[in-house]
């Protein structure tokens, strides 16, 4: 157990359906991250918030969604997607931003996703 | 971020110690080497982390060399459950604009325990 829980652990969907992921950390920390892991592929960071302010979104694509209302949960809705959006998606938070010595992340077991 | 350079696999016998190597020779002064490894269908955990002296904790070494271009994560006693992929970074100590302690994700070292 790391103190972030992700809901739900897997998740099947179809192209045309709406579905949200949810992330919670029990840690106090203030910043939280998705990252999308494809098959054979690293890790590829999507977005970042920081006391609920997004200050990075890496390129993703607008069917792609996230939504930080408090320093708590992070959520990532998802419409209209594409089979090659198929991947686990994991949630991580840190203490702040700053790197260094300092704020190291703290990830969730993932949501296993499949596009149909 | 200066890339690193792991092999893409190693095995090592339940018991012993187990030693990934890593290159950053591109490293600069305010970047840290940090070590994450995930187990298969889990999320990255954190293991340790360094600037240039060497350190330890309850799970894992790190022996950095003198020139930081390169770097060893020591496992003493492996066990199957270090059975993962051993992620070796390198990352910026900013935390203003794009400087935010980015962690970037290279392929990792598959490390196999065996009995």
């Known amino acids: 157990e790391t103190g972030v829980t992700q809901t739900p652990r897997h998740l099947v969907m179809g192209m045309t359906n709406k579905k949200s992921l949810k992330c919670e950390q029990h840690?106090?920390?203030?910043?939280m991250y998705w990252y999308k892991q494809s098959a054979k592929k690293p890790l590829e960071l999507m977005f970042v918030y920081s006391l609920e302010e997004r200050v990075e979104n890496n390129s993703v694509p607008s069917r792609f969604s996230p939504e930080c209302p408090n320093s708590s949960h992070l959520f990532l809705h998802l419409h209209t997607l594409q089979p090659e959006d198929s991947a686990l998606y994991l949630c991580?938070?840190?203490?702040?931003?700053?790197?260094?010595?300092?704020?190291?992340?703290?990830f969730g077991p993932g949501t296993r996703l499949t596009v149909t | 971020d200066a890339k690193t350079t792991q092999p893409p696999s190693m095995d090592c016998a339940e018991g012993r110690a187990a030693n990934l190597p890593c290159n950053h020779s591109?490293?600069?002064?305010?970047?840290?080497v940090y070590w994450y490894r995930q187990i298969h269908s889990q999320g990255p955990q954190y293991i340790i982390h360094?600037?240039?002296n060497n350190e330890t904790n309850e799970m894992a070494s790190l022996i950095i060399t003198e020139d930081r271009k390169s770097s060893t994560l020591i496992l003493p006693h492996a066990t199957l459950r270090d059975t993962a992929v051993y992620y070796c970074?390198?990352?910026?100590?900013?935390?203003?604009?794009?400087?935010?302690?980015?962690?970037?994700f290279g392929q990792g070292t598959i490390l196999t325990v065996h009995p």
């Open positions: 970074i390198v990352r910026v100590a900013g935390a203003g604009g794009t400087s935010y302690g980015k962690l970037t």
């Open positions: 991580a938070s840190s203490q702040g931003l700053a790197g260094g010595g300092l704020y190291e992340q703290y």
């Open positions: 591109t490293i600069s002064g305010n970047e840290y």
């Open positions: 840690l106090g920390h203030n910043a």
């Open positions: 360094g600037l240039k």
